[in-house]
């Protein structure tokens, strides 16, 4: 099976910290992956190195068998959010919705933002500007801007944040479909019942021992 | 086990005179006065007075008057106080500074002690300004040498204006919903006066019926309308004490990003700022169905939505189309300025999206498009915008017979390179400018405001050339000929291209 990921021996220092010493994960194509560990042992860094967005002071990865984060053509392939968020001002949340399918060649209307926005608790929400919603809504929303484009690789840090437990079983369920139609599945996550219900195999990291 | 007393009723509270209180503690820590602060304040308004002082000192009160009654300075009077309106109600007008707001404004303390700075300030500045206006107005109807009558009737009344414009102002300021329609009708006003004081400029300053009025009734009228006006402060400051505390709080937050913004000299922060309380006071917003059509570039259709939703906003541009014809007497080179300024003003109308990708690019990577697609969408609204405000104005100038030939087509030929401007502006973000330090022999001075002003007016001034070195070497009734034409065409075209080709190729980036 084709490895869409592949983290070999990759090493990230913060100054004198070690946060991730010569950590090694391969992916495989339809397959999920949960980071598992403490806070502070590196799995939202990991993350972003796999996005390409940080450098690792040592190692090699490859994401679809090239470096990650350069070009458009990684970025159609690539939907994260690893990233502080961000938004335009006067756009509301549909039209955001709408805006990111159509600019990835999707149909705006062939029911799949509707279904998301119903499976996330956002129908009511369409016509309100980001701004004004709550940082749980806002969380619902930037999950569903990521949810609603094509995509071959996810890359999600910590999904299950800030969802009460009705949403939180429905993204779930949302992401276990996404891998079983072809999708890979990169996440860190603190909730092992989520984790389970997304059918993702854990990787646990551990903090590097001093040196 | 001495059982602890709970109180019968909780003790009114006694009158504390807080913020006397607060200064004492704050003058033992950090002394009287900051010798350096009185430095910098003089060293400013000392400058201030030499720079401009002369010139403001003619606006206010030109050496030469027709001596005849005419209806443009009125016009002209009302546009500032317009103006000055607005001014207002950005700043509050009634705030107390930031640590006041959060620990006085909600303690038990008698809300009128707190905001009787606020309002005798606003009353003050009222009364500077009204009278600035009524002496101008005076000064431009008045034959020379003016009776002291005649100016003192002026100012009297222009004060008394200013004092029931800034009562307008605070009265709106608990009633957030009228607040919003005055806010509107402030800026119509002001803009529709600019409008029609060109209109009468141009058509010769139609002049009114001498009325037998003398200075002595004005005074007396003027007079009485003041201490109308004081009083009505005064009740004010009763009626305070039965105001939300949120008016307050948000005109004290606001107050102080003002603060923040002259103090660190950033005032790209002021946009953004305004941008957010703008989009928070939309409450009708409701999806459009734009996005979705085939036959429009996704990124055009959104500087459309946002062009439609900020159109209580184009008053401003629409109103600036005016301003030129002021100028179309005077010196060239402030012709120029006006006229790109203006045209880089309308340009920015749509920069938000651009400013906040490059603030935080996050979209752009959930988009999957590359820094070309998203600057080549992004320059096309504003160079419409740009090329149309363009015509109408070097139309309008066309018009009045300051120009001759085809300046409306060289107007829309420079939409495109006034955009490139504006786009560059846009990208130029807070953290990209305002940390550049520049040593000076007072010390290091943050160069955000410098160079957030010449920001994309470099890139303006070089593509703009033909219109700037027209507007210089043709005046009426020399003909504009088709090589400027094309020489802008060549440009916009060009710097376009240019601006484009130097985005980044990959994704996530300008």
């Not at chain 1, 040592?58 to 994260?80: K, L």
């Not at chain 2, 400013?44 to 010139?55: D, E, F, R, S």
């Not at chain 2, 107005?137 to 004060?159: D, N």
């Not at chain 2, 027209?470 to 240019?498: D, F, K, R």
């Amino acid at each position: 099976m084709t490895v869409v990921v592949d983290v070999r021996q990759v090493t990230v220092r913060y100054g004198s910290t070690l946060v991730l010493d010569r950590i090694d994960l391969q992916v495989p194509e339809g397959s999920a992956v949960a980071l598992v560990g403490e806070n502070g042992v590196g799995k939202s860094t990991l993350l972003r190195c796999v996005t390409g967005l940080q450098e690792p002071t040592d190692g090699d990865i490859s994401v679809f068998t090239a470096v990650p984060g350069r070009g458009a053509d990684f970025w159609r392939e690539v939907a994260t959010t690893v990233e502080s968020p961000s938004w335009y001002q006067g756009l509301t949340v549909r039209e955001h919705l709408d805006l990111v399918r159509v600019v990835n060649g999707g149909d705006p209307d062939d029911g799949h933002i509707a279904e998301l926005c119903v499976t996330l608790g956002l129908a009511g929400l369409s016509d309100s500007l980001p701004s004004t919603l709550s940082s749980g809504q806002r969380q619902r929303f930037l999950l569903a801007a990521t949810l609603v484009r094509p995509s071959r690789l996810l890359v999600l840090d910590e999904p299950e944040q800030r969802l009460d437990t009705r949403i939180k079983g429905a993204v779930a369920a949302h992401l276990r479909s996404y891998v079983a139609a072809g999708g890979t599945l990169v996440m860190a996550s603190h909730d092992d019942g989520f984790r389970v219900g997304v059918g993702a195999s854990a990787v646990a990291l551990i903090r590097p021992e001093a040196e | 086990m001495t059982p602890t007393a709970a109180p019968v009723r909780p003790a009114a509270p006694a009158t504390v005179h807080a913020r006397r209180w607060v200064r004492r503690r704050r003058i033992a820590a950090e002394g009287r006065v900051d010798i350096g602060a009185v430095y910098v304040v003089a060293l400013t308004v000392l400058m201030a007075a030499a720079l401009v002082g002369k010139p403001v000192a003619r606006v206010v009160w030109p050496p030469e008057a027709s001596g005849e009654p005419a209806v443009t300075p009125f016009v002209g009077g009302v546009a500032v106080l317009a103006a000055f309106f607005v001014v207002l109600r950005q700043l509050g007008p009634l705030s107390v500074s930031r640590s006041d707001a959060t620990w006085l404004l909600l303690a038990p303390i008698p809300r009128r002690t707190l905001l009787a700075p606020a309002l005798a300030l606003t009353t003050v500045a009222a009364l500077v300004v009204g009278a600035a206006i009524g002496i101008a107005v005076t000064g431009r109807i008045v034959a020379r040498p003016a009776e002291l009558l005649a100016l003192w009737a002026g100012g009297t009344t222009g004060a008394a204006g200013a004092v029931f414009v800034a009562l307008l102002a605070i009265a709106g300021q608990p009633r957030p919903a009228a607040a919003r329609l005055a806010d509107g009708g402030g800026v119509a006003v002001g803009a529709g006066s600019l409008v029609v004081a060109a209109a009468l400029g141009a058509a010769g300053g139609p002049g009114l019926p001498t009325l037998p009025i003398p200075p002595v009734v004005v005074l007396t009228a003027g007079g009485a309308a003041l201490v109308t006006g004081l009083f009505l402060v005064g009740l004010t400051l009763r009626t305070v004490e039965s105001w939300p505390a949120a008016p307050i709080a948000e005109a004290s937050i606001n107050a102080g990003a003002y603060a923040d913004v002259a103090y660190a000299v950033e005032p790209s922060y002021l946009a953004e700022m305004s941008a957010r309380r703008f989009w928070r006071s939309r409450t009708r917003v409701r999806t459009t169905r734009l996005l979705p059509t085939r036959w429009l570039s996704p990124l055009i259709a959104q500087d459309l939505i946002i062009l439609r939703r900020k159109a209580p906003r184009l008053w401003w541009p629409v109103g600036s189309v005016a301003v030129p014809v002021y100028l179309a007497e005077g010196p060239v080179w402030l012709l120029l300025g006006v006229v790109l300024i203006g045209a880089l003003g309308a340009a920015g109308f749509t920069g938000e999206s651009t400013h906040s990708d490059a603030a935080n690019p996050a979209i752009l990577r959930l988009l999957g498009l590359t820094g070309r697609r998203v600057a080549a969408a992004r320059l096309v609204v504003p160079a419409v915008i740009a090329g149309g405000w363009l015509a109408i104005t070097l139309a309008v100038l066309q018009g009045l017979g300051a120009l001759a030939g085809p300046w409306w087509v060289l107007g829309l030929l420079a939409g495109p390179a006034v955009a490139a401007g504006a786009y560059q502006r846009a990208k130029a973000s807070a953290a990209s400018l305002g940390t550049i330090l520049v040593d000076t022999p007072l010390g290091a001075f943050p160069a955000g405001m410098l160079l957030w002003l010449v920001n994309g007016v470099d890139v303006l001034a070089v593509l703009t050339l033909p219109v700037s070195v027209g507007l210089v070497l043709l005046p009426a009734p020399e003909v504009l000929g088709w090589p400027w034409l094309l020489a802008q065409a060549v440009s916009s075209v060009l710097g376009c291209a240019l601006l484009v080709r130097l985005s980044a190729r990959t994704a996530g980036s300008l």
